[in-house]
Each structure stands twice: as structure tokens, then as C-alpha cells.
């Protein structure tokens, strides 16, 4: 990305792309193995990415959302998978840093162990039976209390990098009369853990994102934490969502970024038939990578906005979402006209263009989708109509 970024995060983002370069040499075949990309992790932590977004207090980066959006879109032109991994594990780390929900004893476990090793950490909250948070269901997952603590027990999907992760929050219904909402710290690997592995999907491979099973697993009393009344649903920090969207999209626009660098190559080197000039050189071409340009262009213009709204302490309210939603449609289209510029060799198992092309259509699935985005939006347009309209009568 073209950020203006302050000279000590000028060192992150280089890194960021020296390691891209590394980790894009094996993406295919961590894409055919669907493996825990650990090597990269190990790579990450030894740059001292993985503790870009941890407090400073704590030996990170206290990186700025501007920052970390900048980080995770290098590492995803690289590799995707590993970047997905990381901003979710960017997302808590920040989390604890700004006090957004974590309880002072489960934050200080959490950033304490991520000085020592990658000691990677994600929510799971998607479930077989009640789906995402973000259609308005609660978890079907239960914590029962216990002496200390409490037993949790409850199976969550989409677990992205599960297998790597050190710290796994879950949400969960505690069993009290007036049942509460909250999120459970558990250590992995641990007893009463499972993983059972269910992700077997076209792109995103490395990700990991199996099912967990939690068996009566104990959880401190001090790992408890952001316990709330069930009903109705607490709302989230709206920094954290302006954290999970933006990073989420920064994913997939680092997807369309490295379409791009690989389609720009090959039109510039590509001479169809016995044609003299290169397929660059023709204006039906160029027209195709001028719109490819176009549309990373304003991606990269729509997330630097929300990311520095967020850091001077804006809140962003749905435009994130909204914004998420375009860059990701932005890049589904910017690598499906890369692949029309390639041809059938785009297509070919062997091209990296057909790997770009299952990965990032699978960012159409993250919560909440595009349907739900348009629908809340326009629910708020016509009240904003209604309201006004009143205003006026």
C-alpha cells in the first residue's frame, strides 16, 4: 500500500514484504496440504510481527490499525491463509491493549506468552446449530459453574488457524437463572479439546478452519470475562469491529494485489500467435488492467480511510462493514479480470492466478455477509427517511 506511515512503522511494513516473498514460494503447497502454515509463524514472531498490535508495555509494536492493515495486506499478497490467521490474532491483540472486553488477568496471560513464542490467540464464535453472532442467534455453547471456575462444553466452526493456536476464547451461555453472555480463555492443547477436521473447502486451505469441540474443559474464574445479560444480545465495541472488518479486508485486497503483480507480467511478456507486440501493447488489454488498477486503487483508498478514522479515535459505525464489502467485491472482480486477460492459462492448476481465484472468492462467506450488509444499510436509510420526513411534517 502507498501509506504514509511514521518512520518506526516503515521497519514492519518492510519486513512484511521481504517475508510475503518468502512465504509465496511455498503457498501452493500449503494450498494442496491444507498444513498449519507453523513455519511462517515461527518467521513472523522472530521479525517481531506477531507482536505488532500488543502494547508496548507488553514488548509489541502498539502498531495503529493504519499499520497493521498495512502488514496483513503484504502478508496476504504472499500468502493468505497466514495472514488471515494473523489478523485475528492482531484483532484480540489489540482488544486487550485499548481494555475492549478482556478481563486484566486473561489479557496479561495472553500477552505475556506472546513475548516467548508466535503463542497465537482466536475467538471462536460461528456453531454447527446457532451459526454466526451476527445473525442475532446466541451460542448454543454452555459454561456451567464449577468450583473455581467454570466447565465449558459446546462446539464451535470456523475456527480459523485452530491447529496453530495457543489461546482459543469461546463464547458461551453460562447456566445461571438469569443467563449471561461472555467469552471463555481456554489453553491449547488441552484436556477436554478436540479438533475435528472439517475444512476441506476450494480456496483458503491453509487456514485451517476446523471444527473445535470443548468436553467439560475447565475455565478459571479470571478467565472468565466480558459476562453480560443475554437478553438482549450486548452489543460489540464499535473499535472492534472497525478493527475486524478492516483487517478482514485487507486480507483480500492483498489477494487482488498479488493477481495483479502476476497478470501485469505476464501481458507484458505474453505474445499471442504471431503477433509482434505483447497482449500490454493491445488496447482491449490495457483497458482490462486499467480497471483491474481502478479497483485496488479505491480499495486501498476506502480501507486507509476507516483505518485512520479508527485510529484518531472516529467512530466509523457501519461504514466499515460497507467498506469491507466493497474491497472484498472489488477484489473478486479485479482477479476475475485477471483471469480473462490469462486466458486458459490463468486456469491451468500450475498458474497462481487459478490459486488467487479460489481464495479470494471466499471472502464473500466472512459474517456478516453482503446480503446482510445491504440490509441493514437500507433499513437505516429508510429510517433516516422516516425520521427526517417526521422531522419536517
Not at 183 to 197: M, Q
Not at 338 to 346: D, F, K, M, P, V
Request: proline share 5%; glycine share 8%.
Amino acid at each position: 500500500m502507498n501509506l504514509r506511515l511514521k518512520p518506526e512503522k516503515l521497519d514492519a511494513l518492510a519486513a512484511a514484504r521481504r517475508l510475503a516473498r518468502d512465504f509465496s514460494a511455498n503457498a501452493a503447497e500449503l494450498d494442496r496440504t491444507g498444513a498449519f502454515p507453523a513455519a511462517h509463524f515461527d518467521a513472523l514472531f522472530a521479525a517481531g510481527l506477531t507482536r505488532l498490535t500488543t502494547a508496548a508495555s507488553h514488548g509489541g509494536g502498539e502498531a495503529s490499525l493504519e499499520t497493521a492493515l498495512s502488514v496483513v495486506s503484504e502478508i496476504a499478497a504472499g500468502e493468505p491463509s497466514t495472514a488471515l490467521i494473523l489478523s485475528m490474532h492482531y484483532i484480540n491483540h489489540a482488544a486487550i491493549r485499548q481494555g475492549i472486553g478482556w478481563s486484566p488477568s486473561a489479557g496479561a496471560a495472553v500477552v505475556e506468552s506472546a513475548r516467548l513464542q508466535p503463542s497465537l490467540v482466536n475467538a471462536l464464535q460461528v456453531e454447527p446449530e446457532a451459526g454466526s453472532p451476527s445473525y442475532g442467534t446466541l451460542p448454543r455453547s454452555r459454561a456451567r459453574r464449577a468450583v473455581g471456575g467454570w466447565r465449558l462444553s459446546g462446539c464451535k466452526r470456523y475456527s480459523t488457524g485452530c491447529e496453530g493456536l495457543a489461546w482459543m476464547v469461546a463464547s458461551a451461555l453460562t447456566d445461571e437463572p438469569n443467563e449471561r453472555l461472555g467469552n471463555f480463555l481456554v489453553t491449547h492443547p488441552g484436556p477436554g479439546i478436540r479438533i475435528e477436521k472439517t475444512w476441506n473447502v476450494m480456496g483458503m486451505r491453509a487456514t485451517g478452519s476446523h471444527d473445535v469441540v470443548f468436553d467439560d474443559v475447565f475455565v478459571p474464574d479470571a478467565f472468565a470475562f466480558d459476562l453480560q445479560p443475554a437478553d438482549p444480545p450486548p452489543l460489540r465495541d464499535p473499535r472492534q469491529i472497525a478493527w475486524f472488518m478492516t483487517l478482514i479486508g485487507a486480507v483480500y485486497h492483498g489477494i487482488a494485489k498479488a493477481a495483479r503483480q502476476s497478470v501485469l507480467g505476464f501481458a507484458a511478456a505474453f505474445r499471442p500467435g504471431n503477433i509482434e507486440i505483447t497482449l500490454s501493447a493491445l488496447p482491449v488489454i490495457q483497458d482490462q488492467l486499467g480497471e483491474i488498477e481502478v479497483l485496488i486503487d479505491t480499495s486501498e483508498r476506502l480501507l486507509l480511510s476507516i483505518a485512520r478514522d479508527a485510529d484518531a479515535g472516529h467512530e466509523v459505525g457501519p461504514s466499515a462493514g460497507r467498506v469491507r464489502y466493497v474491497v472484498i467485491e472489488n477484489a473478486i472482480r479485479a482477479v476475475d479480470v485477471a483471469l480473462r486477460i490469462a486466458g486458459q492459462s490463468g486456469l491451468s492448476r500450475e498458474h497462481e492466478l487459478e490459486r488467487h481465484h479460489r481464495n479470494v472468492i471466499c471472502g464473500r462467506t466472512h459474517a456478516p455477509n453482503g446480503a446482510l450488509v445491504r440490509a441493514a444499510s437500507a433499513k437505516a436509510a429508510l429510517a433516516e427517511l422516516e425520521r427526517v420526513q417526521g422531522t419536517f411534517a
